[in-house]
C-alpha cells in the first residue's frame, strides 16, 4: 500500500516550499489536506495568506522532477498512506509547539534500507556535542547494549554524544538511525562523512528538509521533535543547562515518550541539564541499558535486579547468634562467662549459640576459649 501519485507530487512540492517545523502552514496541511492545499495555491487562491509567503517559490517547483532526482541519489520521500509511514508521528499534531516549532512533517526524505516502519520501540540517545570521554564512553556502550538487544539507536549524527551512540549501536551489530537537519542526501558535521556514509548504505538517514538543503539552527530545533516522535524513549547522557539536547527531552515530554537521563558526577557542567531533568522528576534516572530495557519493555521483560552487597557469613546468622558473635574477640581467646557479660546474655544461652556457631565456621575454640574464626573475619 502507498499514498496516491497526487498525494506524493503535493507533499514534495509542500516539503520545498514549507520550512521544516513551521507550525502554521503544517496546521493548514493537516486540516485542509496537502493536496487541496497545493492545487489551492497553484489557483493562486488566498488561504490565510499563506500564498504571499511562497507564490514567488511556486512557479520554480516541479515536484516530479523533484523525486525523481532524489531517486538518482538514493533518496525516498516516504508520506502518510505509505506502509512504511511511522504513524507515531501523528502525535506532533496535538502536542504544543517549542520555540515555535511543532507539527507533523508533510513527508520524510529518507536514504538507506531500513524501513522507517521498523522503528517501533527504537531509542533515541542524545547530549553534548562537547561531551566529556565519561559522556562518549556511557553513550557507546549504553548503545551498544541497546542495539544488541534488538532496538533502533537513533539519535542525530553530531559531533559528541551523538557519534558515540550511533558507533556504539554499530559496532554491537545493532541498527541505528540518524535525523538530519539538512537534506539526507547531504553529510553534516563533514568531520562524520564516514559515519554518516556508513549509516545511509547500510542503516538510513532521514530529514524533513528535501534533498540540498542546508543545516540552519531552526531546522536542528525541528529536527528534534522527529527525533523525540520517532522513538518510544529518549536518553539524555549529558547536556549543559543551555545544551540543544534539552529541547528534544521537551519534545519527548510533550508526546508523553519514556524521557530518561544518565547522571555525571554533581561537579560536572556537562551534566547541569540532566541533572535538573532528573532533579524536578522530568527524567528517569538510568545507569545503563539494563535501565533502558526495563522502563520500555513491556510488563516484566528486562527486569532489573537492585543492586546488592556481596553477601557475608554473617548475613545468615539470627540476631541473637550476631549479639553473641559481637562479643567474641578476635585474637585473645575468652571463656564464655567473658563472652556472656560481654553479649548481654546467661552463660548457658551464650555456649548453645557458641556452639551453632561453631558449626557455622564463624568461631573457635582455643583451649578453654573462644575466639572469631578467620571465615567471619571477612
Known sequence: MSAPEAERLARAALSRLIEPGTLKHLCLVDQLGAQALYEGLLAESEMDDLRNDVSARLAGIDPARELEQAAARGVRFVVPGDDEWPAVLQDLAGADPVQERGGVPVGLWVQG???LDELAGSVAVVGSRSATTYGTATARDLAGRVGH???VVVSGAAFGIDQAAHRGAIAAGGR???VLACGADRVYPQGHRDLVEHLAQEHAVVSETPPGGSPTRLRFLSRNRLIAALTAG???VEAAARSGALNTANWATRLNRVLMGVPGPVTSAPSEGVHELIRVGAATLVTGAADVLELLGVSGEHLV???R???RPRDRISVRQQQVLDAVPVRQAAGVDSIARAAGVGIVEASTVLH?????GLVEQAGPGWRLAAHALT
Do not use: N
Open 176 to 178: 541505528s538511525l540518524a
Open 149 to 151: 538487544a534488538g532496538r
Open 234 to 236: 529518549t536518553v539524555v
Open 113 to 115: 534500507p531500513m524501513r
Open 356 to 360: 551453632a556457631l561453631l558449626r557455622q
Open 305 to 307: 535486579e537492585p543492586p
Open 309 to 311: 552487597g556481596r553477601a
